[in-house]
């Protein structure tokens, strides 16, 4: 699936996961090809079939950038650059040396994945170190007389992320940091923006510093690595600022009541915490509990209940 975003911008659906409207590559329509995201292994056929029906060619891209090294971001782009003898990969400084050699992701995957490691990601193909190129905070990238890139080192997520706000559009590429946008609720008339607090180093108070960079831009629209384009942006804000302080307050009761508990026991219980807060939400909104949405949902919860247990046992061991 491609999706004309406007201002030279198209967005092709990797289904990752297999899910449609999950995980997208950004394709900048300009002299010097350059895309945004790669998700993971297995998504990168449907990139180049997407690249193909645009009328390009992967041997034209010259820019590959990644938000972050999460492995639905950027577990594909050694798979693809193989296929992509003119690209470099743009990463934030401290991805660099995990994109070279990325047996502590494998490793950190398999943790959180276990036997649907090798489905979901495989292979990992490490990407030669001078083939990589790392981009300071505020450091730039020309990509036409019309368009320039800028990077801004957006932690709360993860410390190796990099967010890029794009002079043409006025939008950034926030990946991760300002939340997930599930545009399949679009259809009930429901826009949500939740925050993604994944493993292993989440931060509530880096993401909501963030989040107020981006404010400082003025963006004219977000757009997400799960999944498109908002030209929202204040309610994007807005959204993450309520959710995140709620996300928290089930971490600590969680922490509080079961403080003997197991991490897997205090996860779970943090999942179904964060699951029923934004259940009664979608209650509220007259959202079907059938809508299709709902696995997708029951996936990022258990996901961010990982990445708070894991930011509260370490705030407690301090």
Known sequence: MLM???NGISLIDLFDLGLMERTGTYVFH???????????SPSIPHLLRGIESLGMNAADIQNIIVTHIHLDHAGGAGLLLEKCPNAKIIVHPKGKRHLADPSRLIEGAKAVYGEKFAELFHPIVPIPEERLVVKEDGDTLRLSDRRTLTFLHT??????????????????????????????????????????????????????HSIERFEELNPERIYFGHFGMSEKPAAVFRQIRSWL????????????????????EKTKRVAQG???????????HDVPRQAGVYSIL?????????GIVD?????IAQ
Request: no cysteine; aromatic share 12%.
């Open 311 to 315: 930011y509260l046992q370490k705030e």
């Open 155 to 208: 932690s709360g997520h993860a410390n190796h992320h990099f967010s890029i706000h794009d002079s043409l559009s006025n939008g950034i590429f926030t990946g991760d940091t300002a939340g997930v946008f599930y545009p399949q609720l679009l259809e009930y008339g429901v826009e949500l923006y939740l925050p993604s607090t994944s493993p292993n180093q989440f931060n509530p108070s880096a993401m909501l």
């Open 245 to 264: 302080p709620e996300f928290m307050e089930v971490g600590r009761r969680v922490m509080a009541d079961y403080a003997h508990a197991s991490f897997e």
């Open 4 to 6: 004309d975003l406007g």
């Open 274 to 284: 964060l699951f029923g807060l934004v259940q009664e939400y979608l209650d509220k």
């Open 30 to 40: 300009e002299k010097e090809l350059t895309i945004i995201e790669t998700s993971a």
């Open 298 to 306: 029951q996936l990022d919860v258990s996901v961010s209940a990982m």
